[in-house]
């Protein structure tokens, strides 16, 4: 039994090796998810919004990261609040390893005079993890020549398939019609993650956001719509793991393209590796209720181009289903800048 739990522990840990330095999956859109990024974004849009986000990351390797997003947050301007939730399903190594998140979020809308706007949020949720036994290979299902042989494992070893824990968050955001920033912090509560017995918290994870929308015309049009150029920056920090983002968006109507470095080119590891990561192409096309974009990730980091960088396609929907007639006129509302 102790052999069975080593082995396990082993495609676990080296399945999941480069990803338990980050803990989180992370996105190079990370405008098309904002809740992932920071509760007090939840209801920053007008009134609906819809956000789907699918990424693959490093497909050359065998099995490796497929990390999938969907999120809604409503606007309910006449509370001043935001309600929203997200579920996420990250799929990680050969060993079929599978991790579900479903959060909800609330944040509430403090405006003033002077255009600008505060808005802390909270998030909770329930995360549920577990093991595809039919992808694994364990040492006593292999026989002569390599071929697999049914197994009668442990009853122990088998059980910890599947468990779940509760994840809590915070953030706040300030921002007005051009200019945003904010932070956040979650796994507030560091909850257990360990698939064997013993304890293996997931570290709190902290991250630091801003960025500034700088139109490129002054003319009569509608203020999202109009040219920009967007650079913002986003630093993270979770564990030993951190990582700062630095780029930029530019939208001439209806294109939207984007460049991003990823990493702490100035810095080590525990390894002695360089802290870089990739370098993110990112081009889209905005309407008026859909945005899609698509972007590349290219890797820098000691992995190499072999590892295939990674793909990731996003889509945004906002609309207004009906005007509430209990929102003051003065209450006019302020959007978060587009990133």
């Known amino acids: 039994m102790l052999m069975k739990k080593i082995i396990l522990a082993f495609i676990v840990i080296f399945g999941w090796f480069a990803e338990l ?19 007090g974004f939840t209801g920053t849009a007008d009134q609906h919004r819809f956000n789907v986000v699918h990424r693959n990351q490093w497909p050359e390797l065998p099995k490796a990261f497929v990390t999938m997003a969907a999120s809604y947050d409503y606007n309910m ?72 042989i049914p197994t009668t494992s442990d009853q122990d070893v088998r059980n910890i398939e599947n468990f779940g824990f509760f994840d809590f968050g915070t953030g706040i955001i300030v921002y007005n019609k051009l200019a945003w920033g904010g932070a956040s912090v979650y796994h507030l ?20 956001h801003g960025g500034v929308r700088i139109p490129l ?28 983002d630095l780029g930029f968006h530019f939208h001439y109507n209806p294109i939207m393209a984007g460049f991003w470095y990823r990493g702490l080119p100035l810095s080590k590891d525990e390894y002695n ?44 929907y906002q609309f207004v289903a009906s005007k509430s007639r209990k929102v003051k006129r003065k209450e006019k509302f302020i959007p978060c800048p587009t990133f």
């Open 21 to 39: 330095k980050a803990q989180d999956p992370q996105f190079s859109q990370f405008y098309a998810m904002p809740l992932y990024l920071n509760p």
């Open 77 to 148: 301007r006449f509370l001043n609040s935001g309600f929203g939730m997200m579920v996420m399903q990250d799929r990680a190594g050969t060993g079929g390893f599978m991790r579900t998140n479903v959060s909800g979020m609330y944040a509430y809308k403090i405006n003033f005079k002077s255009g600008w706007v505060v808005s802390p949020g909270l998030q909770f949720g329930y995360v549920m993890n577990g093991l595809n036994w039919s992808k694994l290979t364990l040492g006593d299902q292999i026989g002569f020549n390599n071929t697999t």
């Open 189 to 208: 509560n560091e909850p257990n993650q360990s698939l064997i017995q013993g304890g293996d918290r997931l570290p709190a994870k902290y991250s630091a």
């Open 217 to 244: 015309y002054n003319g009569p049009k509608e203020m999202d719509r109009i040219s920009s150029i967007a650079p913002s920056f986003i630093y993270k920090k979770q564990g030993q793991f951190q990582q700062l």
């Open 273 to 316: 590796y360089m802290r870089q990561d990739a370098v993110s192409f990112l081009f889209g096309l905005r309407f008026d209720q859909i945005d899609v974009g698509y972007s590349y990730d290219f890797t820098v980091s000691s992995m190499g181009p072999a590892s295939g960088g990674a793909h990731e396609i996003t889509t945004s």
